[in-house]
């Protein structure tokens, strides 16, 4: 198979592509998330790049959908995230109560009385419904490896991190905690960082949605989906609210492990490929989803 060396200026990438295929596929297998809104079909003209042959010639104006490789080149891409803004504030606020999906709570456990074999997992879960009311508490078996040596170590003094009825990790001592939210728009993704303990946004981050390389639009890409899967787009997403979690992280100061929830809102068909799921049962009638929650 005859292979291609293209170098992108701007990123400094250095990429081993295949005769033959188009520059706008060899950007989306180096990981460059090009804009192609009408999904390579040569209609928009986003996905225009400059290129030229290494260390000589002009510098050539190309649309990458178009345009096949044949032979080494250097290009030059278009920075699409450069002006862009996330909308992190509205114009009212509606006053609501709300209750955090994550509780972190102090506990003191009871000790284990000589003669008695009462589980430290049984004694965890008193603990529990006696500060935070009675549920049906569940927690992963790892982290009950670690309860009987963080009980002894602190005398069954510790703090733990809820949602709901299950325990998300244990400690010796206080310390924030946070929730992290998305919202996976078709154009773009808005990010942010909360406090767990009174729902302060601590970070706020976006950027393009990058699925916008298989299509401008929920249709195109769902078209695309439908012919060569929905794997990609959901990859792509994956990587991008990662990304944008690890900078969320790096602009509170706050370590990634103490992410305890995160929430991720789209519309149906962002749903469905942020899940990987084909959106297939919404380009037919009678358009129902495959799943609504």
């Known amino acids: 198979m005859e292979m291609v060396q293209i170098y992108f200026v701007r990123e400094n990438v250095r990429f081993a592509a295949q005769a033959g295929q188009t520059l706008l596929e060899a950007?989306?297998?180096?990981?460059?998330?090009?804009?192609?809104?009408?999904?390579?079909?040569?209609?928009?003209?986003?996905?225009?790049?400059?290129?030229?042959r290494p260390g000589r010639g002009v510098w050539e104006t190309v649309k990458a959908c178009q345009t096949p490789l044949r032979e080494d080149l250097e290009v030059r891409t278009i920075d699409r995230n450069r002006d862009m803004r996330v909308l992190s504030e509205g114009a009212a606020a509606v006053e609501a109560g709300?209750?955090?999906?994550?509780?972190?709570?102090?506990?003191?456990?009871?000790?284990?009385q000589t003669g008695e074999s009462v589980a430290d997992w049984t004694r965890l879960r008193s603990a529990l419904d006696a500060s935070l009311g009675k549920r049906e508490w569940t927690m992963d078996v790892p982290l009950m490896a670690k309860l009987g040596g963080l009980l002894r170590k602190t005398g069954g003094k510790?703090?733990?991190?809820?949602?709901?009825?299950?325990?998300?990790?244990?400690?010796?001592?206080e310390r924030t905690c946070y929730m992290a939210a998305f919202d996976v728009g078709t154009t773009s993704i808005a990010g942010y960082l909360i406090k767990a303990d009174d729902l302060t946004v601590s970070a706020k981050a976006g950027m393009l949605n990058p699925q916008a390389q298989y299509g401008a639009?929920?249709?195109?890409?769902?078209n695309y989906a439908?012919?060569?899967?929905?794997?990609a787009l959901a990859d792509c997403v994956h990587q991008a609210v990662d990304s944008l979690l690890g900078e969320l992280c790096s602009r509170a100061g706050a370590a990634r492990e103490m992410v305890?929830?995160?929430?991720?809102?789209?519309?149906?068909?962002?749903?469905?490929?942020?899940?990987?799921?084909s959106p297939d049962s919404l380009a037919f009638a009678p358009y129902n989803p495959t799943v609504s929650n």
Request: with cysteine; net charge negative; glycine share 10%.
């Open 27 to 52: 950007q989306v297998a180096a990981g460059l998330r090009p804009d192609a809104p009408c999904g390579g079909q040569g209609t928009c003209g986003k996905c225009l790049a400059e290129i030229r």
């Open 98 to 112: 709300c209750s955090p999906w994550v509780e972190c709570v102090a506990l003191q456990v009871a000790p284990c």
């Open 158 to 173: 510790i703090v733990a991190a809820v949602a709901g009825t299950q325990v998300l990790d244990l400690w010796e001592s």
């Open 217 to 222: 639009d929920v249709i195109q890409r769902a």
């Open 226 to 231: 439908l012919e060569h899967g929905a794997s």
């Open 260 to 277: 305890l929830a995160v929430s991720v809102v789209g519309n149906t068909c962002m749903h469905h490929l942020f899940l990987g799921i």
